[in-house]
Each structure stands twice: as C-alpha cells, then as structure tokens.
C-alpha cells in the first residue's frame, strides 16, 4: 500500500470514485477514496523545532469476481492523482480478484439510494489554523516551565481525513473524521524525574496546555521523594489513559468467530461463547456509538481489508450504538456479516471509539483520598509496551512509565519505581472496586491507531506487578 502527495491537478475525490467504478469490470466493484491532511507542532526544551502541514491521497479498489466455487475479492491500494492512474490501479484488482480463491467472507455488496450530502463537494481539511488559540497558550506554559526549573517536550498533532465511498450497488458515502492528539512531557533538568499528559482532541478548542504544564509540575513535586518498592500486589488507581490502553486491546480481541471456536478469553468452556455472562459486580458498560458527542465517529462501515473482525463486503453497512458490556454483562462480541451467519451472534461491525460507564462521579483525586488507608496503594499514569502473553485468559504483560506514585493514608507521599504487570483487563473488571467519572481520553499506547476513547478511573484493589522495572 502506497500513499504520495496528491498534485493540484487532482480531480476531485468523488469524480475518482466515479471514474474508477466506471472502469470496473468485475462483478461487483467497491472505491474508497481517503482525503488525508495533517497539521503538526514540535517541541524540545521549552522552544518549538519544526511545524508544518501535508496533504495526500490513498485510493482503495475491492474488485469482486463471481464464479462456479464463489465470490473472490482482489484489493489493492496506493495513490492515485491522475485520472490516467485510474485504470491500471482497477484492472490490478481485478487480477487479484481472478487470482484468488474464493473469499470465505463474500457477501452480496450493501445497496443504496440517493448520494449522501457532501459527496460531490471538496474534502473538509486542517491547516496550521487549528493551533490559532492553542500555540500561544503553549508558548505562555514554555516560559512557566522555564521560570520554574522544568523543561517541556512533546508534540501536537491533527488530521482530517475525508473518505469518500462508492459501490457498483449504488452506495454513495462520505464521512470527515477529525482527529487531534497533544501529548508534553515535563522532565526536571537533570532527567532523574519525568511526568506525561496527553489530550484527545477534535479541533484543539477545548485544549489548555497550561493546565495541562500545571498537572506536570505537580506530578514532578511528588517525584521528589523517592521510594523504592518490591514486586507484589498493590491497591491501585489506574488513570483514565491505562484503562483505555487495556479495554481498548480487550476489543480488539472480541472477534464473535473466535470466540465460538474456542480461542480466546469470550470462549465458553465446552463451546459457544461468554455472551450473557456477567463479567463484573460494578455495573459497567462498555459501549461504541459513532455519534458519541466529542467522540464521533464513521456511522458506516470502512473496511480497507478483512480479517477477523472486519470484512471488505460489509462495506458501507450502516453503524448503530452497541453495548459490549452492559451493567457488567457481556452483550456483544465483534462480527461481520459472514461471522455472525456462523456464530448466530447478531451483526455488531467494530466501531472508532470505545467508552466504558459506571455511573460514577468520583474524580481521580477523590479517589486517592479514599486509597492507601490499609497499607501502600499506587497511582499510575500510564502503560507502554502491552503485549499478549495468553489469547485463553487475555494476560497481558506491559511497564508502567512517566510515573508511578505512592499513596498513603490518602495522600500521594513520593514516587516509586517503574514495575512490569501481568494482568487481563477481563479479570481487572471482575475485581475492581470502584469506577470514577467517565471523561474524554488519549490511550497512550495506541494513540497511533485509536485515540476516540472515554473512560473512568478504576480502583483494584490487587493489581499485579510482577517485577520491578528499571531505566524507563
């Protein structure tokens, strides 16, 4: 796959959809085209580094063939900015498609009626603009943090991409996805101490990064004391960010079809799935919605491949809000059209956000007052380097990093050392305690890939670290 700048010569967007699907000769003929504009801000030690925007174009063509076995599928993507590029790009398709088997997920294509508003009309785009309010805001917390001995590091992103989707069954689709990211670190000047925050954004209006500087200094206050701490099990607060990086790879691993063929932690012992099984004694629920305020997201779907959870036929399928978890109880597990014929699960497409609710309203800090009252309890700020030790339990292994603190009789007393954990965020579920006040977050471990996320604070009462961790 292949995306290059797109030229000013480029014909629009949907006049390339409809193009190339007047060059299909398949049977049927799917064209995604993705409009994709970035703006970005650098910076080290307090003072910017570089800054700058970038356009470009990645055009998608799903051929289908019918023959006597079934329907096979041929995809091939890569930039297309001439009209002249159009046809090699649809017949290479169409090759794929004559030269695979048939595709084990083949469904008739969805249909549809009138062009969605906004299909014939220019690709929404970002621009150096987005930072207007936000840039000097962070100049402001440069000059702060200088004053005070700390210095800032870190970088804000923001993309629009506008896709747009045709089918040779007369689908005809548009979406525009915004999507910001600001992560800061703050680092004492000998590097001994270091604090992150990071942010999720639409449009960088509700983004305060002096707050944000203020957050900082106070976590590298706490840093002053330091405490060294064994391996074992804590009390423990996981923020907002780590709970997002654990359901949000808990999703990913809910494919209906592996469920039902015994391979993942939502197999039923004996067969079947854990559908209808109650997961937790809080009353969570865990949902998608892709018209969660602040968090919308394609209310289609856009399917560039298949796989296990996603398949190139169901493209355009129209996306409805889905409870995975509700009031503890597992509700749905992730499935395509073809997967949920197998299973007898019903149809339940991923979505691009994820928030989890338990009706609390507790904040964090309310939290850490009520913690670390029968003994040492730890405040996390956020995991890196998750990785699956066990697809049957879902264990995973990561680091804390940029913080771990100490908690005592309700009070953050230091920080302690980095450690390694082994846990399931299913099991994490079953044992926590209490959940906070939902709100906005960044998963910083998959902030590359998902970053639509809201989540509450948990409280574990007994959360594993396995080993001690040192340099991170």
Known sequence: MTALSVSSASPAPHEVVERALELSRADGCVVIADEESTANLRWAGNALTTNGVTRGRTL?????????????SGVVSRSAVTDADLEPLVRAAEQAARSAGPAEDAQPLVTGGPAAPGFTEAPAETSSAVFASFAPALGESFARARAEGRELYGFAHHQMVSTYLGTSTGLRLRHDQPT??????????????SAWAGRATRDFGDVDPQALDAELARRLEWADRQVELPAGRYETLLPPSAVADLLIYQLWSSAGRDAAEGRTVFSRPGGGTRVGERLSELPLTLRSDPDAPGLEAAPFVIAHSSGDDASVFDNGLPLAATDWIRDGELRQLLTTRHSAGLTGLPVAPGIDNLILDAGGSASLEEMVAGAG???PA???TCLWYIREVDPATLLLTGLTRDGVYLVEKGEVTGAVNNFRFNESPVDLLGRATEAG??????????????????MPPLRVPDFNMSSVSRGV
């Open 437 to 454: 006040r939902s709100e906005r977050t960044l998963p910083r471990e998959w902030s590359d890939w998902f970053t639509r996320a809201a």
């Open 60 to 72: 998608t063509v799903i051929a289908t063939v019918d023959g006597a076995e079934g329907t096979a």
């Open 180 to 193: 910001g990211t600001l992560e800061i670190n703050a680092k004492s000047p000998d590097r001994s101490r």
């Open 373 to 375: 009252h029968d003994g």
């Open 378 to 380: 730890l405040l996390l």
